[in-house]
């Protein structure tokens, strides 16, 4: 197999941008990613987009150049983006394609998500009786956690803040003001025990990556960053996850632990080998359990390094180094590649006030949402 | 007063002692709810009918502060919303099902709490008829703390 490696990445501001179309925006995402990467877009072999709202994403071609080349869409709920990644990567892996272009792009309304039940295999009256709500889950699913680990909801404030903080460093992100860990904590409760502002916004914008053969990639760049890993997972039976009216008493890990362990593997790297790390903070909660599903500590001792500031920038373990989801609002498709675009920025050295600290090497990316779909991603220099 | 359920096939009604319908696996014996035709666990197709425990412990928890978008189907407006909890609650060792509780207060809540089964009315229609959904309430009277 092929290795592959990011020769560009290029993202569009995550935010409101009144009449402007998410289609737009992945076109300038793309624009951007190809003019980091010093190609042409004629020079593109295929491509895979990936979005919730938009249909089409390909009509993006209409405002890049009709090529005719593939272009081939995805959706796969808060894992949209890394499903584009890993499909694109595994097209050069297998010697298909040499150069293609994975995009993500979104434009939500306001408020948390919502849909058809049925479309999530969940009954139609799920939602009518007010369970249809990814926030109820993650309250529920963050509750037993602090109960059973000994987390505290000052612990959740702490995580807020230092997203808030790290948005205000990064000139893309959608929330750039700080906020106090008490303001936060004293934000209407939405979903005890998570706060409004413990909470991301679904929001709009765009991100884009290109990838070519790993052997050609300095044809293009002095500074190829290398896809070590991708791997996508849905739920075990036993695993309690969104959108169920029901959750077996037998237990099973979250698909992340899953997905995590399988790039691990395929990437030959330990989470003690990362040096830079993005998790979905769908909510402060989100991020907290996270770090221990992928492997950064231990179920509990997430208390004591968030109080040691362990996760900040200039930390032993910087997580969501751009404002993760907090920070930058949730526009589905991009939220992936909008974590990718920020490792690959660390991994060169090119963060601006935000990078971290010394010669970070190793970049972790990691996804989920509903009904039970993760997916991570592990990059190197 | 006519009382119906709020959709068919959840619960027993009307009925003495209601109870949640669910599907238990001829094979594997893994119970889903609501009834599913076939089996999460092992993919057989053999799931029957089964009546889920009346009683059970809460094995997780959050609150609803904020109005649902639709397809809710309350009635409420946000102006009379009135906020509520929801509990993951484990039926004897069979399953664990998602249900609206009776106490809302998060100082009335425990993790382990013992719970049972109540058919509450959810809306009231127009023309009288109260539609009647599910929940689960504190089996011995709670305290005002922890």
Redesign the interface.
């Known amino acids: 197999m092929t290795d592959v490696a990011i020769i560009g990445v290029g993202i569009h501001p995550f935010g409101r941008f009144g009449d402007k179309s998410a289609i737009q925006m992945g076109a300038e995402a793309i624009r951007a990613a190809l003019a980091d990467a010093g190609v042409e877009w004629k020079q593109v072999q295929f491509a895979f987009g990936g979005s919730r709202e938009v249909d089409n994403p390909d009509a993006v071609v209409g405002l890049l150049g009709l090529t005719g080349i593939p272009f081939m869409d995805v959706y796969n709920g808060c894992a949209t983006a890394a499903t584009a990644l890993e499909l694109t990567a595994d097209a050069i892996r297998y010697g298909k394609y040499d150069l293609g272009v994975a995009v993500g792009m979104d434009k939500h309304s306001h408020?948390?998500f919502?849909a058809?039940?049925v479309h999530y295999s969940a009954?139609?009256?799920y939602?009518?009786?007010?369970?249809?709500?990814t926030t109820?889950f993650f309250?529920?699913?963050i509750?037993?956690y602090m109960?059973d680990h000994g987390i505290s909801a000052q612990t959740l404030a702490r995580v807020a803040a230092k997203n808030y903080r790290n948005g205000g460093l990064n000139p893309n992100a959608f929330r750039r003001k700080p906020l106090t860990e008490q303001q936060i904590l004293d934000s209407?409760?939405?979903?005890?025990?998570?706060t409004n502002y413990m909470f991301c916004s679904p929001d709009e914008g765009a991100a884009a990556v290109v990838l070519c053969r790993a052997d050609i990639a300095h044809r293009y760049t002095s500074h190829p960053i290398l896809l070590r890993a991708t791997a996508l997972r849905t739920r075990s039976?036993g695993a309690?996850e969104v959108h169920?009216?029901?959750?077996?008493?037998e237990h099973t890990p979250a698909p992340t632990v899953y997905a995590s362990r399988a790039a691990y593997e395929t990437a030959g790297i330990g989470p003690e080998d990362v040096d830079v790390i993005q998790l979905q903070d769908t909510d402060a909660g989100a991020e907290i359990i996270h770090m221990a599903e992928n492997g950064f500590c231990a179920d509990g001792d997430q208390e004591k390094l968030l109080a040691e500031g362990a996760t900040e920038i200039s930390g032993r373990l910087p997580v969501n180094t751009d404002g993760g989801l907090i920070a930058n609002g949730e526009p589905i498709g991009a939220s992936g590649l909008r974590q990718i675009h920020e490792l690959v920025r660390q991994l060169r050295g090119q963060a601006g006030d935000r990078q971290v600290p010394g010669t970070p090497r190793v970049g972790y990316a990691q996804l989920y949402g509903a009904p039970g779909t993760a997916g991570v991603s592990i990059l190197s220099t | 007063m006519t009382q119906i359920a709020f959709a068919p096939d959840v619960f027993t009604w009307p009925a003495d002692d209601p109870a949640l319908i669910g599907s238990r696996c001829q094979q594997c014996a893994a119970v889903t709810f609501p009834e599913q035709p076939s089996c999460p666990r092992c993919g057989s197709v053999e799931m029957a009918r089964h009546l889920l425990p009346r009683e059970g412990t809460l094995w997780t928890w959050t609150t609803q502060a904020f109005l649902p978008k639709e397809p809710y189907a309350s009635g409420e407006t946000p102006e009379t919303f009135t906020p509520f909890a929801v509990g993951l609650v484990q039926l004897g060792d069979e399953v664990r099902v998602e249900g609206r509780l009776t106490v809302a207060d998060p100082a009335r809540i425990s993790f382990g709490m013992r719970l049972r089964l109540v058919i509450f009315p959810f809306r009231t229609d127009e023309d009288g008829t109260q539609v009647m959904s599910y929940a689960f309430t504190p089996v011995e009277p709670v305290e005002g703390n922890r």
């Open positions: 408020g948390a919502t058809d039940p009954p139609s009256w939602g009518d009786i007010g369970h249809f709500l109820k309250g529920m699913k509750n037993r109960h209407k409760m939405l979903n005890y025990p998570l039976y309690h169920a009216t029901w959750a077996a008493v």
